[in-house]
């Protein structure tokens, strides 16, 4: 079966900083990989989507970027973290070439409090 | 994708029937309808999905209007892990789709 992990699930960084988090796929090969955040009291909104390694898609002008060095691997960075970029971030996959019948299936998020 | 419309919470006692509605009034006809929930600190999970027909899973049933304009989740019998916040999004098919997804409807089951 599939399982999707992501880590750390807190943080506590300060502004300025660098921010890595990272999340890994098993179970499937060369999924649709997708960042959401989540700030408090709102909706997810949609960070970046990837199709495959390498190709990646910013749906909002942000101060954070997005990698997918490996077919399974997706990354979320920030060179210098600001305190907006708090929030609850989440990973998430689905079968490509499958869409009209594919739910996307999320991790448990990463709560990252920028100070 | 379509917008929705959701309330912005529900109650419902423990072992009723709990009935979350979802207005889409300008939903297209290769659109889906989707329903996610988001329990308190955790990932959104996948709920059902359907496209014109009535669908039902292990975990909840799916009533879509003929129009397509609105749709209704059903939990059967609600326990109060249930509670949690429900998401109703409709998207196009297709590889490369993507989802906003809104507020949603906070659920609250009570015992």
């Known amino acids: 079966s599939q399982t999707i992990h992501q880590w750390p699930a807190t943080l506590v960084q300060p502004v300025g900083s660098p921010l890595s988090l990272e999340c890994t796929v098993e179970g499937t090969s060369n999924p649709n990989l997708y960042w959401y955040r989540q700030a408090a009291g709102r909706g997810l909104q949609l960070l970046f989507y990837?199709?495959?390694?390498?190709?990646i898609s910013s749906e909002v002008p942000q101060n954070l970027s997005a990698s997918r060095p490996q077919d399974r691997q997706f990354i979320l960075s920030s060179k210098k973290l600001l305190l907006s970029d708090s929030g609850f971030y989440l990973c998430a996959w689905s079968p490509i070439g499958q869409g009209v019948g594919s739910p996307l299936h999320f991790g448990n998020g990463t709560r990252l409090t920028v100070t | 994708d379509a917008k929705t419309t959701q309330p912005t919470s529900m109650d419902c006692a423990e072992g009723r029937a709990a009935n979350l509605p979802c207005n889409h009034s300008?939903?297209?006809?290769?659109?889906?309808v989707y329903w996610y929930r988001q329990i308190h600190s955790q990932g959104p999970q996948y709920i059902i999905h359907g496209l014109k027909n009535n669908e039902t899973n292990e975990m909840a049933s799916l009533i879509i209007t003929e129009d397509r304009k609105s749709s209704t989740l059903i939990l059967p019998h609600a326990t109060l892990r249930d509670t949690a916040v429900y998401y109703c999004?409709?998207?196009?098919?297709?590889?490369?789709?993507?989802?906003?997804f809104g507020k949603g409807t906070l659920l609250t089951v009570n015992p």
């Open positions: 300008t939903i297209s006809g290769n659109e889906y």
């Open positions: 999004i409709v998207r196009v098919g297709g590889s490369n789709y993507k989802l906003t």
């Open positions: 990837s199709v495959g390694i390498g190709q």
